[in-house]
């Protein structure tokens, strides 16, 4: 059933919206978790992926962008078998040309990172501290 049959709002153009402006903000931020999706058959799994993409992906990422500038945030959910990077450059492909890169501040996992846009790569530290404490608990010496 789509939105508009049970009587309520087509969403749509609200969505678009976000995504447009969301692609203008000099500063992203982004993040993923995998989650289980019980009913995710392997048909359904290979019918989301992109044509040019393997079928060798077996989860479901929840990703979420921020995007922040002087007047607003703007917060993007994406659930789905693309990997934050592809959300992120799907948002990206939006972007005016006459701006800047923008400031991607993730995690620094190579999937995070959108391959065909040019990005002020800022990597979390909380993150990296959280590796190096492991390291260290693990190789006291």
């Known amino acids: 059933m789509g939105p508009g049959a049970s009587g309520g709002k087509n969403l749509n153009p609200a969505q678009e919206e976000l ?23 392997r048909a359904r799994r290979s019918s989301a992926l992109a044509d040019d ?11 979420g962008i921020v995007a922040t500038d002087a007047w607003h945030q703007i917060a993007l959910l994406f659930t789905g078998v693309g990997r934050p990077g592809e ?29 065909e846009f040019d990005t002020l790569l800022a ?3 909380t993150h990296s ?3 190096r404490v492991a390291l260290a608990e693990s190789v006291p010496e």
């Open 87 to 115: 959300n992120f450059g799907a948002v990206l492909l939006r972007r005016s040309s006459d701006l800047r890169a923008p400031i991607d501040m993730c995690e620094g996992h190579s999937r995070n990172v959108p391959s």
């Open 53 to 63: 993409v393997q079928d060798d992906r077996t989860g479901i990422f929840n990703c």
């Open 123 to 125: 990597s979390c530290l």
């Open 19 to 41: 995504l447009n402006q969301a692609a203008q903000s000099p500063v992203l931020y982004n993040d993923d978790m995998t989650v289980k999706v019980l009913q995710l058959t």
């Open 129 to 131: 501290r959280r590796k």
